[in-house]
Each structure stands twice: as structure tokens, then as C-alpha cells.
């Protein structure tokens, strides 16, 4: 511990200049920069008359205070990167890394998050509650004290989602910027990985296709049919579909992102069944500019409409009696379409031949390794050919 203060300059003995002072109202000795003293033994000290040679020992004993974190606190170096990102990213990325950095900063979910224009509260936005806070939020502490404990108490405090690698990649993303302009000296959760799910993918089974649509409306049920045949990612590909992003090959149609749909600068390219073409060019003749897949009204299809027609549906279906549980261990989303193209491709329902992840993952714009992971369960491709080996049937 620091020596004891000097009573030189005329500065008062006694009292807080010794290190230590005995508060009258709380009955017990503190130690001048915070804090209560104690013995040796952890106790705290609160006789009025315990003798100075105890104090000063006991002073003298107590280990020096950590020094708090100084810099920027999290909320400020995410308010840096957002603004970079609003200026310089995709509106999508950038309300959806808000949305992930909103909640992580202050403890509440997205949907208080102020997303009018310039900031202002959108129709419906009311001012939240201590009710509505689902962790304290780690905004006012300073990013050098973060630590990926911190993370795994965010994601706990989230028992409807995992911590996915969206997630993380708002939080990645705004310290590895806090570094790059020298905010703060290091990402404190550097090297930080997002466990694998073990939550087993949904599908949907051909009868479970056949009875949505037939209890869909006809631009619903277009919408999962085409989700399905072709694996489209349901928002920024379905839904953002335009006639000019539509090639003409030697093969047939191709819908072409230059740019990327979901993974910026990488092209992404979606191959078009035969048996939809007339639906591609029926719509493209609908709707020559702007998204050409529209609702019965004409409105354009969005993540959040797609999901909650879905979720009707569903609502709906169950009400009837039907479980669309039945080979899945989690309800269905309507990205589950994606998964039931995967898993009908790699066993060869629609050409009456198994493929390979390789393939899959070409078709679907992921990599071999993410479509390993997510849909290798399904794959026989790798599989057969060792048990013909072993049992002696190979061809």
C-alpha cells in the first residue's frame, strides 16, 4: 500500500490523511479512496476506539486497488462503427449490426431502438421498462474491460437464439474498427468462436410442402415453392429478385448478384429450374423493374412479411391438427425451405441421383465447409461407396 499521506504544508493530521477515517453514520473504518478496511482475516474493522498501531497495520496490509479500465466505453466505439457502416455499408447490414449492437449496449431488445428517420422513433415505438430489459447492457463499460465471459452472459440472457455468427460479427466488427482508427489499443475478445449449433435442421417432408401450399394463398404458395426449388435465401435473394439481376444461358435462366447478395464481393449465382422458368418469366413480365416476386396486392415481399405469413400458417395448420414436427426437433422457419432444397439435392429427389456437398454448396453460395457442417448429415454421396467397399458391392 501506498506510504502514509505527509502531514507537512500544513495539511491537518488525523482524519482521511492517514489513508483511513472512521464514518460515524455507517459505524465502521474506511480506507480514503474507497473501500472498507479490514484485518487480516477479511473482517471489517468498526470499533470507534480500535487502537492506531491495529488501523496502521491493517492499512498497511490492504492490497493496492486495481486500476480501473480508462478509454472509450463500448456503447461509444458502437457508436463509431455505425456511422462508418451507415455511410459506407448496405442499409441491411447496417440496421441488422445495429439491431445485435443495440441490445448488447443497452440491455433491451431491438424493437426500442429508435429506427425512424435520423434516429426518431418509428409508429408503434413507446418507451421501454425495466420489465423489458433482458441483461443490464455492457454500454457505459469500458471496452478494456470486456471479456468473453461478457459475450456468453449476452447470449445466455437470449434463451430464444443462439449466438450465431451475425451476432458476433456486430461485435467483431465494431472493436476490430475501434482498433483500425486506434479507438482502443486491441479487441479484448480477439480469437472469441460461437459454438457449433447443435440444434438438428428442419425440412420440410413432400406432403408438408404439398399441404402449406395448399392451405397458402396463390402468391404464398408460389413464394415456397420457388424458395424450395431453388434454395434462395428468403430475404436478400426471394425477396430482392429483379428482372435485370436475370440471365439467359445456353442451359437456362440464371439469377446473377455481381456484387453479392448476402457476402459483399462475392458473386452469387442461382440456377433456375426448368419447371419454374415459366413462373421467372411471367413474373419478369409482371414486374419489369423493381422485385419482381409480389403479393396478391402488388407489395413487395420482405423478410419480416415473409416470416410472419409463415408463422400464420403455421398457427393455422397446427390448429387443424397437423404437427410439422414430425422428423424435426424445433418448429419450422420459413428459412427451412433453403434446408429442404439442401437436403432433396444431396439425395437426388428431383434428378433421381445423389450429389455431393461440393455441388450443394455451389448451388446454394456457401462454402464446402459451412454446408459440411449444416447438411452433411444428409449426404451419401461419401458414405455409400464405403459400405459397398466394405461389404463387397462396390460397382
Known amino acids: 500500500m501506498a506510504t502514509m499521506l505527509s502531514k507537512a504544508g500544513g495539511r491537518k493530521a488525523g482524519g482521511k490523511n492517514r489513508g483511513y477515517w472512521y464514518n460515524k453514520a455507517k459505524g465502521g473504518w474506511y480506507l480514503s479512496n474507497g473501500g472498507r478496511l479490514v484485518d487480516g482475516e477479511g473482517n471489517w474493522l468498526r470499533d470507534a476506539k480500535t487502537p492506531d498501531r491495529i488501523l496502521r497495520a491493517a492499512y498497511k496490509a490492504m492490497p493496492e486497488p486495481e486500476a480501473r479500465p480508462t478509454g472509450p466505453t463500448l456503447a461509444e466505439v458502437c457508436e463509431a462503427y455505425l456511422a462508418h457502416l451507415e455511410a459506407n455499408r448496405s442499409a441491411k447490414t447496417f440496421f441488422m449490426r445495429a439491431d ?91 480469437g472469441y468462436k460461437v459454438a457449433k449449433s447443435k440444434t438438428h435442421l428442419t425440412y420440410f417432408s413432400p406432403e408438408q410442402e404439398e399441404l402449406l401450399c395448399q392451405n397458402s394463398r396463390a402468391d404464398f404458395a408460389q413464394a415456397l415453392k420457388v424458395l424450395i426449388r431453388t434454395g434462395m435465401r428468403p430475404a436478400c435473394e426471394f425477396a430482392s429478385l429483379q428482372a435485370k439481376q436475370i440471365q439467359q444461358t445456353a442451359r437456362g435462366l440464371v439469377a446473377v448478384w455481381d456484387k453479392g447478395s448476402k457476402v459483399r464481393g462475392k458473386v452469387r449465382k442461382v440456377l433456375i429450374a426448368p419447371e419454374l422458368e415459366p413462373i421467372f418469366r411471367d413474373a419478369m413480365a409482371k414486374h419489369p423493374t423493381g422485385p419482381i416476386f409480389r403479393t396478391k396486392q402488388g407489395e413487395v415481399f420482405t423478410k419480416d412479411s415473409l416470416k410472419q405469413r409463415f408463422s400464420r400458417l403455421m398457427r393455422k395448420l397446427e390448429a387443424q391438427g397437423h404437427d410439422f414436427r414430425d422428423g424435426n426437433l424445433k418448429a419450422p422457419t420459413i428459412y427451412t425451405a433453403r434446408h429442404t432444397f439442401a437436403k432433396r439435392t444431396l439425395g437426388g429427389y428431383w434428378t433421381g441421383t445423389p450429389t455431393t456437398i461440393e455441388n450443394v454448396a455451389g448451388l446454394m453460395g456457401n462454402t464446402r465447409q459451412v454446408c459440411w457442417d449444416c447438411y452433411g448429415q444428409w449426404c451419401d454421396a461419401y458414405t455409400d461407396p464405403l459400405w459397398d467397399a466394405l461389404s463387397g458391392k462396390a460397382k
Request: hydrophobic share 35%; proline share 8%; with cysteine.
Open 100 to 190: 445485435y449492437l443495440f441490445d448488447l449496449c443497452t440491455g433491451l431488445p431491438a424493437g426500442f431502438r429508435k429506427k425512424g428517420p435520423n434516429g426518431s422513433a418509428q409508429k408503434g415505438w413507446r418507451e421501454p421498462t425495466e420489465k423489458d430489459r433482458l441483461h443490464k447492457g455492457l454500454g457505459t463499460a469500458r471496452v478494456a474491460s470486456l471479456t468473453p465471459t461478457d459475450i456468453d452472459l449476452w447470449a445466455k440472457a437470449h434463451p430464444n437464439w443462439e449466438l450465431g455468427r451475425e451476432a458476433l460479427q456486430a461485435v467483431k466488427g465494431a472493436l476490430n474498427y475501434g482498433v483500425q482508427k486506434r479507438l482502443i489499443p486491441a479487441n479484448p475478445i480477439r
